[in-house]
C-alpha cells in the first residue's frame, strides 16, 4: 500500500502530460542518505521553479494507521510544478537500506531530460544507481539487504 502512494505521485504526474515517468533505483545507507537525497530534491526544486514537499510524515503515519509499518522511519520527498515537471524520492516499500527516485516529464522534454541526466549523475557521485523497468516498478533487491 505505501509503495502505491508513492506510484501514484508518480502517475499523477506522469497523466498530466500522457508520458510515463522514469525511475532510478539505489542501495543507501539509511536516514541520513534519504535526507541527502530529500535536499538534493531541495536544491532541483529551487532552480526549476518547483514546490518542494516533505511526504515521509505522511507515509509513515499511513503504514502505522494501516498496521504496515516497516519498522524503520519511512521518508519521502517530492518536488512538482503544473506543468508535470517533478521528482520524488521514497524508501515506502522497499527496504531502510533502498531508495526509489521518481521523475515526470513536464511539458518540455528537452528541460526533463536534462534535469533527469543531471539529477542521476549527482545520484551516481556518491550511490550505484539502476534504473528501474518500467514493466515492474521499484522491487526490493537483495544488493541492497547486506548493509
Known amino acids: 500500500m505505501i509503495l502505491m502512494l508513492g506510484f501514484l505521485t508518480l502517475a499523477t ?3 498530466k502530460v500522457g508520458v510515463r515517468s522514469k525511475m532510478v533505483q539505489l ?4 536516514e541520513e542518505d534519504m535526507e541527502n537525497i530529500g535536499y538534493m530534491i531541495k536544491e532541483t526544486a529551487s532552480l526549476s521553479g518547483m514546490k518542494f514537499y516533505e511526504n515521509g510524515p505522511y507515509n509513515d503515519e499511513a ?11 519511512l521518508l ?11 521528482i520524488s524520492v521514497t524508501n515506502s516499500g522497499l527496504s531502510a537500506h ?12 528537452e528541460e526533463f531530460q ?10 551516481n557521485l ?3 544507481v539502476r534504473d ?16
Open 98 to 109: 533502498e531508495a526509489m527516485v521518481g521523475f515526470s516529464r513536464g511539458s518540455d522534454p
Open 13 to 15: 504526474f506522469a497523466c
Open 27 to 30: 542501495c543507501i545507507n539509511g
Open 63 to 73: 503504514a502505522r494507521s494501516q498496521g504496515r509499518h516497516p519498522g524503520y522511519k
Open 114 to 123: 536534462d534535469m533527469f541526466d543531471g539529477f542521476v549523475r549527482s545520484l
Open 126 to 128: 556518491r550511490w550505484q
Open 76 to 86: 519521502g520527498y517530492s518536488a512538482s510544478r503544473s506543468d508535470g515537471l517533478g
Open 132 to 147: 528501474v523497468p518500467e514493466e515492474h516498478g521499484a522491487l526490493k533487491s537483495p544488493q541492497c539487504s547486506t548493509r
